[in-house]
């Protein structure tokens, strides 16, 4: 990771971003039509009184530039929970630095730790 890259966990006054991150990967993935979460969703559902899905914001120099969307899953067979990446995004001027990378390996290191 670099000096102008971090990775911070996001804040209920993210919401408006990361529904803005999920319209350009729905954009992206030519799925657009199918985005029916609004704000009030995201800061429902991410920051309410029990969250049960997560968020990564990726900046670029203070800058966010892109997000990982996460939550919690368990694998009866294996006794083990993990995590599942729902979304990973990172804005197409920005690719190539190593951004997407830094959100894997952030979400990586949490499954290590906990």
């Not at 804040?11 to 529904?19: E, K, P, V, Y």
């Not at 919690?72 to 995590?83: K, L, N, P, W």
Request: overall charge negative.
């Amino acid at each position: 990771m670099t000096d102008l890259l971090s990775i911070r966990s996001a804040t209920q006054a993210d919401a408006g971003l990361i529904l803005g991150f999920i319209r350009d990967l729905a954009e992206y993935e030519k799925l657009l039509d199918q985005v029916t979460a609004s704000e009030a969703d995201i800061a429902r559902d991410l920051f309410g009184d029990a969250p049960k899905v997560f968020c990564e914001i990726a900046e670029w120099d203070g800058k966010p530039v892109g997000f990982a969307l996460w939550f919690y899953t368990f694998s009866t067979f294996q006794g083990r929970h993990g995590i599942w990446l729902e979304d990973l995004y990172v804005d197409p001027s920005m690719r190539g630095n190593g951004i997407g990378k830094a959100l894997l390996v952030n979400l990586a290191q949490r499954c290590i730790r906990e």
